[in-house]
């Protein structure tokens, strides 16, 4: 009997100590769950010739929100513009010119309170870096000087939109389309300057600027262009606003105006 009591007792002590380092793992789970929060995925959709600048300034802004995880679709502003208009994931739009905000603004896709200018950019005229072509003004790109020229698409990209503005202008458009190889985004018409495939092309100066592969004969002439202003807002869509609202915030900051002006945008 006194065997069986002690027994007893040894059992009753074994589960009572269970009980506790179970109620320690548990507690231990549930701190553990408290303090790690639910990562947000919030998109970011801007024009081809912000992609150096918005990753820099994205990359910044994780270190400071660690909770909150970044994914970009860059492209021309038509494309990423129907892509909106589609439903793909979007909750920041920035577009390198109004036309495609304005379309998705009409459509009641982006919040009005959000959108604002953010910042301007110029139009160049850009070479291989070891080219000897020479011109003595930007409407001698229509002389026998040029045979290919890399623009935009101007349906879609908004800088072949401006580099047909520009010919229009200079009374050369029909003898430019002769010339024109047409690219599906900005950074494509620099890929091709680089690598020698046409003769010159219709960059951003931002764009010019990120290439050790190419140089800028000239800037379009005043006048022939409406402004390049780059338009940003949210998307109505977005499933995480209030981030959405904080990211546009955050461009607004000192540091993040002097990361674009280092990549040659004029900050509005």
């Given amino acids: 009997m006194k ?10 002590m074994f589960c009572l ?3 506790v380092f179970a109620g320690c793992g548990n507690t231990s789970q549930d701190n553990s769950s408290q303090k790690t929060e639910k990562q947000q995925e919030v998109y970011i959709v801007a024009a081809a010739s912000m992609t150096d ?3 820099e300034i994205g990359a910044n802004y994780e270190k400071e929100y660690p909770n909150v995880k970044l994914t970009y679709n860059f492209g021309s502003s ?5 892509q909106i208009e589609q439903g793909a994931p979007a909750d920041v739009f920035i577009s390198a010119a109004q036309k495609q905000m304005n379309a998705l603004d009409e459509k009641g896709l982006i919040d009005k309170s959000t959108r604002k ?12 870096k070891d080219s000897e072509l020479s011109l003595n003004d930007f409407a001698d790109v229509a002389t026998d000087k040029i045979n290919k020229i890399a623009l935009g698409e101007p349906k879609a990209v908004p800088v072949g939109q401006y580099s047909e503005e520009i010919f229009s202008n200079l009374k050369i458009l029909d003898a430019m389309k002769q010339k024109a190889v047409y690219a599906s985004d900005v950074r494509q018409v620099l890929g091709w300057v680089e690598t020698g495939e046409v003769d010159c092309g219709i960059v951003y100066a931002t764009d010019a600027a ?3 592969k190419v140089k800028v004969l000239m800037e379009a002439p005043e006048n ?9 807002a949210m998307v109505n869509s977005s499933k995480n606003p209030d981030v959405a609202k904080d990211f546009i915030a955050y461009l607004s900051q000192d540091a993040q105006k002097n990361i674009l002006a280092k990549y040659g945008f004029n900050v509005k």
Wanted: aromatic share 2%; no cysteine.
């Fill in 3 to 12: 065997s069986n009591g002690k027994n007893i007792v040894i059992l009753v």
């Fill in 53 to 55: 600048a918005i990753k």
């Fill in 224 to 232: 022939t262009h409406k402004p390049v202003v780059y338009p940003i």
């Fill in 117 to 128: 200018d953010l910042l301007e950019n110029k139009v160049v005229l850009i070479v291989p």
């Fill in 78 to 82: 038509g494309a990423l513009q129907t």
């Fill in 17 to 19: 100590l269970t009980v």
């Fill in 210 to 212: 990120i290439s050790d």
